[in-house]
């Protein structure tokens, strides 16, 4: 009979059950497939953006199966963090990480040098132009403002990853407060 290894105390957390009970969380293999939800966590990058991008990028293939849910490879993640390298870091437009795609066959090399002033122009004035992100959105009704029907969403700025998570739940806080307040007398 085959023994099961020791848990590490680290992968351990308090169960849904009993007070004194805990599950133990397996640690997925590197090659495992992922969620949507993981691939956005690894990456700091809100799951609309990672939905976008299938619509820009055509590499970008995640099994999908019933119900939609997604699994991304190991090789989408890749891409994945190439892509959000060349738009983040680099500085190039979508347009422009589509171009080297073709050039590349479908794949981007790791020895793509830093984009040109002009593409980096371009990318931030295509980052302006984008309209408001989901979060933003569902903010305006609050603030008795009317959006125009749901736009595309945009992909954050890098130093705005963070910020967009922490305003989604402030967000998220103030909507559920409010509507407590209403229900008070």
């Not at 680099?90 to 040098?113: A, C």
């Amino acid at each position: 009979m085959n023994a099961m290894p020791a848990a590490d105390p680290a992968d351990e957390e308090l169960g849904s059950g009993a007070p004194d009970t805990l599950r133990v969380k397996p640690k997925k293999a590197p090659n495992a497939f992922r969620t949507i939800s993981e691939v956005a966590d690894e990456l700091h990058i809100p799951q609309h953006v990672l939905r976008f991008w299938e619509t820009k990028f055509p590499q970008v293939k995640p099994l999908k199966r019933g119900g939609g849910r997604r699994y991304y490879r190991p090789d989408d993640i890749a891409l994945l963090r190439r892509i959000a390298d060349l738009l983040y870091t680099q500085g190039y437009t979508i347009k422009g990480v589509q171009r080297l795609l073709r050039e590349g066959g479908g794949r981007l090399s790791d020895d793509i040098p830093p984009a040109t002033e002009d593409e980096r122009a371009e990318a931030e004035a295509e980052r302006d132009l984008l309209p408001p992100t989901e979060a933003e959105a569902k903010q305006l009704p609050m603030l008795g403002l009317v959006a125009d029907p749901v736009p595309p969403p945009r992909p954050p700025r890098p130093k705005d990853l963070e910020a967009e998570r922490l305003r989604g739940v402030l967000l998220q806080t103030l909507a559920e407060l409010e509507a407590l307040r209403a229900l008070l007398p």
